[in-house]
């Protein structure tokens, strides 16, 4: 069995190979080479990779050379250990039957779909090692033993050790946070509570308008790890113009000036420290309902009003001492 990293470095024809390190079962290294890539390079990744201009300047070894050197180090038989070994063995234009990739060993093909641990990650959690900390570039072979170790380590516990737990789909995002031992607030109507909230672990407040769902959420927010707060008047406001057939910019704009107000508050209210996210949602649904009501609609046209509906905005803000003492 046999552990491998690598580094890279972009070149005129994409990413191409400056070193490969191989470390055995017992965690000692058994080859390491830096390689001169075919292409002129055009950038060295020197903070990921550690490879500079100079380190390569006398740099002899060609990507065919290690390959051949690969193929006696790793007899059929062999297992080849890495993490992402796709980009690696690409990079090596390199074939092996028998792998095993850290990457998918503590993943699941569901938490895959969203994103793959990182080695950095799992070496961190699981070994309580920090590795790819320094500011010159990743270690190729500190990279190889860590996946070593991690591969060992799943061999003794058992395969469903460091595999992430399923999340329950019934469970809405706020009352699978609540399950951790996070307090959460939910502040919205008692419609929107019941679909996301049920009877869970979330701490939920009905109201029935914006200015009870501000002062509700004021007397709450020193006491809880996430407070939820949904105002609603815009939403409505937008309703009842498109209900009317009218267009009245004045009055919606006095409905957002009075959200402001709200929001502007109910930052007041936080402890210093807290993270505050305004989200402002997706935009007007009415007109996507009304072409895919209609009979005959382009599929560009749609397009477009799905596209506008997305937009939307996040703005994000952290409550300082300076603003709390004001």
Known sequence: T??????????????????????????????????????????????????????????????????????????????????????????????HDSVIDTSILYSTPASRAKYKPSLRYLSRKHLGLTIQAGSDGHCSIEDAKACMRLVLLKFERGSDFGIPKAADASQSFFSQLATTGNHVTFIDTPGLIQRYCGVGNVHSIPCVNDDEALEKACKVAEKTDLLWVHFHAVEMEMKVQHSVGTSNSAALNEVLQATDSRVKALFASLPSGTACLVIAGSGDLHEVNGFLKAQRVKHRTLADAVKRVRSGSLHIGVKTDDEEED
């Not at 055995?24 to 001169?36: A, G, H, P, Q, R």
């Not at 390959?67 to 074939?95: M, T, V, Y």
């Open 2 to 95: 046999r552990s491998s990293d690598l580094e890279m470095c972009e070149t005129a024809e994409g990413m191409e190979l400056t070193r490969l390190s191989v470390v055995n079962e017992s965690l000692d290294c058994i080859y390491d080479t830096l390689v001169k890539p075919t292409n002129p390079i055009t950038d060295y990744k020197t903070q990921f990779s550690g490879i500079t201009e100079k380190s390569l300047e006398n740099v002899t070894k060609t990507l065919g050379s290690v390959q051949r050197d690969l193929g006696r180090l790793l007899p059929a038989h062999a297992i080849l250990i890495g993490h992402s070994l796709e980009n690696d063995l690409f990079a090596l234009k390199f074939i």
